[in-house]
């Protein structure tokens, strides 16, 4: 089987490409890496590299036969990695730093789970559902990252997975819109029915008080997950793991724009300016706070 499209040409080395996709995306993440010192960031960087590149499979790829057959070559690329013979520039930058950083091949196997979920799956029944999901995507993404961000205390570990569903839950909210156009809804749908919210209103992109009434129940959920993960987190740890509250100070100060914006996210995607992403992740590295 051939490597995915998205491989880069020879001349460009594991580590460039892996910066260029990190920056390229524009995300929170990114902001939160600049402060980390370079072997932490080296790792994060190629960490979220293999993320987004799983990630772009399912968003990019129209053709679900094509994008499983692209997920199948990750999932094939990982235990050839863990082998020690990467093929792809992600896994040859990401390789080199994982056993420095605990980083295993069920993490990287559980985020193109995750994404092979997206190729079976646009519903959800429940919220105890969603948490499978998003336990996939996001939780083990944030148990990865408080590995490489230096975790001492293993309890860490359960606030990483808290804290990651929090940003996911806010991305659920900021993209209900995006994600209605290609034809899934991450709201559960027994509070779909509680709220009286139509599968094909979100689908047609119909806004209305029961909606909004919906997504304001979703946005308390998510606070309240930020505010149970920032409980857990050990106080041996707090240092350690500022690059993650500054990622929390970014995606909550998110969540709060939306609240502010009523929820308008059915037909615009509400984002920060990447001046304020730096900003914030400052103040939480120089200030120590929200």
């Not at 919906?214 to 998510?222: K, V």
């Not at 929390?248 to 920060?272: C, G, K, M, N, P």
Request: contains cysteine; neutral net charge; aromatic residues 10%.
């Amino acid at each position: 089987m051939t490597p995915p499209a998205s491989t880069p040409p020879v001349a460009s080395s594991p580590e460039r490409y892996v910066q260029e996709k990190a920056a390229a995306s524009g995300s929170s993440f990114y902001y939160a890496f600049l402060f980390l010192p370079p072997r932490r960031r080296a790792a994060i960087t190629a960490f979220y590299a293999f993320c987004r590149e799983v990630d772009d499979v399912v968003d990019e790829v129209t053709d679900p036969g094509v994008a499983a057959t692209k997920l199948a070559w990750w999932q094939q690329e990982v235990g050839r990695a863990f082998a020690g013979s990467p093929q792809h520039p992600v896994t040859k930058a990401l390789l080199p730093l994982a056993a420095e950083f605990d980083i295993e091949a069920r993490h990287l196997l559980a985020v193109v789970e995750g994404c092979q979920m997206d190729l079976t799956q646009s519903r959800y029944l429940d919220f105890p559902a969603l948490e499978r999901y998003c336990h996939l995507v996001a939780g083990v993404v944030g148990e990865v990252a408080a590995r490489i961000f230096g975790q001492a205390d293993p309890a860490t570990t359960a606030y990483a997975h808290k804290m990651g569903l929090a940003f996911q839950l806010t991305n659920i909210i900021r993209d209900v819109g995006e994600d209605a156009m290609r034809g899934r809804i991450y709201l559960p749908i027994s509070e779909l029915q509680r709220f009286d919210v139509k599968a094909h209103e979100l689908l047609q992109r119909q806004d209305s008080e029961r909606f909004r009434a919906l997504m304001a129940f979703q946005a308390e959920r998510a606070h309240a997950l930020y505010d149970e993960a920032l409980a857990l987190l050990p106080a041996v740890d707090r240092r350690s793991q500022k690059p993650g509250l500054m990622m929390a100070s970014i995606y909550r100060t998110l969540l709060r724009e939306i609240e502010r914006d009523q929820f308008q996210v059915l037909q615009q995607r509400v984002a920060l300016t990447p001046l304020r992403k730096l900003w914030l992740a400052w103040k939480m590295q120089a200030l120590g706070r929200f």
